[in-house]
């Protein structure tokens, strides 16, 4: 059972937010008067309360939440502190910004929290996400006969590509799926190799805003430095 005086200590959180009644305020101001503890537990969480009011609304990905909300799911959490009143205010306080971020994610939007040490931990949209929200993104895909799909998207403000494929058939032995930009003048230039998985996503080397298409060919391990084997796809871009 706990005593009293573990009872006061736990109203210092709900103070610091003004959630007690009078009675309970009046208790534990009185408290308050000969505790250093929880006077710096109060003056913390009060903090974080306050850092609360920068934080900085952007739009996040489309994908973000659910990443967020299926990620949660393997997070195991920490176990209870119970070390000496002195450290209960820096759990707390944690507390007051996860739940902050938490109530962000919840309605769409990405909080940017100031931290302690001066940084700020923002999710990064992946390569992928981002083309797809460039308002010039364009999209090529490429349907094959055994059912597997190769799907590029561009963007040519911010030069970026990105191949993405579906159930596609590994290569021949000791062979790779090889990338190509295509550019006038100059012809096929190597920009990367797939890796050999049926589900890949492949950020493009080189320069695609000024590429006129791209291309896929089967090469010998390594890859090749012009084009050598068998051509699997040809994607002209239409902007181009």
């Not at 990064?124 to 996400?129: G, H, I, T």
């Not at 890949?200 to 050598?228: C, N, Q, R």
Request: aromatic fraction near 4%; include cysteine.
């Amino acid at each position: 059972m706990s005593s009293p005086m573990s009872e006061i200590h736990a109203l210092s959180g709900a103070y610091a937010v003004d959630a007690l009644d009078d009675l309970e305020r009046a208790q534990f101001e009185r408290h308050l008067a000969e505790c250093p503890d929880c006077r710096a537990e109060v003056d913390s969480l009060r903090e974080a309360a306050g850092l609360l009011a920068e934080t900085v609304p952007t739009t996040p990905p489309d994908a973000l939440r659910d990443r967020v909300l299926a990620g949660s799911t393997t997070v195991r959490p920490l176990p209870p502190v119970v070390a000496a009143p002195t450290r209960r205010r820096f759990r707390l306080a944690g507390l007051v910004a996860a739940a902050a971020v938490i109530a962000a994610v919840g309605t769409g939007l990405v909080v940017t929290e100031p931290w302690e040490d001066g940084s700020s931990q923002v999710p990064v949209a992946s390569p992928l996400e981002e083309v797809r929200a460039a308002p010039d993104v364009e999209t090529y895909t490429q349907e094959f006969p055994d059912g597997s799909v190769a799907t590029l998207v561009r963007s040519a403000s911010l030069n970026k590509a990105v191949l993405t494929t579906k159930d596609m058939a590994p290569p021949p032995e000791g062979k790779v799926y090889e990338l190509w930009l295509d550019h006038e003048g100059i012809g096929m230039v190597p920009a990367g190799l797939m890796p050999v998985r049926p589900d890949a996503v492949v950020v493009l080397e080189g320069d695609p805003a000024t590429a006129i298409g791209a291309g896929i060919t089967i090469e010998p391990e390594g890859g090749s430095e012009e084009p050598t084997g068998d051509t699997v796809a040809l994607i002209p871009f239409e902007d181009a």
